[in-house]
């Protein structure tokens, strides 16, 4: 199973930008997929998750600001990142709960991280 995630960069206070994050492999179901982020010297924390039933779940510092949804078909989540702060700055993780094919537990997997920066 490989999370690919995508759409980091360079970013100016107010702007936008868009994560996406596609899962592929022997995957026999996903449970949820998900957005953590983790800023220099801090923890790694939940930034959004929606549950493949459709629930979602945001840290209170992004909502109104962060939207995630997902394309079922494609097994691919995106976080659409709007009025974008300095302190979102932080290396994005893409997670997924999910169930392979050969083994059919439920297991956490994790893409490599996308740097975000905003910054003037």
């Known amino acids: 199973v490989q999370l690919q995630a995508s759409g980091g960069g360079l970013v100016q206070p107010g702007g936008s930008l868009r994560l996406s994050c596609a899962a592929s492999?022997?995957?026999?179901?996903?449970?949820?997929m998900g957005w953590y982020r983790q800023a220099p010297g801090k923890q790694r924390e939940l930034v959004a998750i929606?549950?493949?039933?459709?629930?979602?779940n945001y840290a209170d510092s992004v909502k109104g600001r962060f939207t995630i949804s997902r394309d079922n078909a494609k097994n691919t989540v995106y976080l659409q990142m709007n009025s974008l702060k300095p302190e979102d700055t932080a290396v994005y993780y893409c997670?997924?709960?999910?169930?392979?094919?050969?083994?059919?537990?439920?297991?956490?997997?994790w893409g490599q991280g996308t740097l975000v920066t905003v910054s003037a």
């Open positions: 492999g022997s995957i026999f179901s996903i449970y949820y």
């Open positions: 929606i549950i493949f039933g459709g629930s979602t």
């Open positions: 997670g997924a709960a999910l169930r392979t094919t050969a083994t059919q537990k439920l297991g956490l997997y």
